[in-house]
Nanobody
Framework: QVPLVESGGGSVQAGGSLRLSCTAS????????MAWFRQAPGKEREFVAA????????HYADDVKRRFTISRDNAKNTAYLQMNNLKPEDTAVYYC????????????????????WGQGTQVTVSS
């Protein structure tokens, strides 16, 4: 069974909104940092946002600050990414990830510190 499953992607015009969901079947969901990454064709995987254990502090890439909001519902084992005012540059496959239990704040944007990944969901933004 795939431990993380994303949904909510789709096609939208610039300025529109989408809400991504990540449902987890991993153990002790509330004890781990959850994050969203994205990858566009021909580019490396890029950090988007993260939320610390038990709904703690949130962190965002500079490109998405003030537009995206990450949240989590520990009772439902679900993480979310609300994306507003989308831009064509946001077009990518978006992946949900859970950290490996050894993450430190200075490294939460590194994909090397995450050990569970979803299958990805496509987000396409047209101008």
């Amino acid at each position: 069974q795939v431990p993380l499953v994303e949904s909510g992607g789709g096609s939208v015009q610039a300025g529109g909104s989408l809400r991504l969901s990540c449902t987890a079947s991993v153990r002790a969901f509330s004890s781990y940092t959850m994050a969203w990454f994205r990858q566009a064709p021909g580019k490396e995987r890029e950090f988007v946002a993260a939320i610390r254990r038990n709904g703690g502090s949130t962190h965002y890439a500079d490109d998405v600050k003030r537009r995206f909001t990450i949240s989590r519902d520990n009772a439902k084992n679900t993480a979310y990414l609300q994306m507003n005012n989308l831009k064509p540059e946001d077009t990518a496959v978006y992946y949900c990830a859970r950290d490996n239990g050894r993450l430190i704040l200075s490294s939460l944007w590194s994909a090397e510190n995450y050990d569970y990944w979803g299958q990805g969901t496509q987000v396409t933004v047209s101008s």
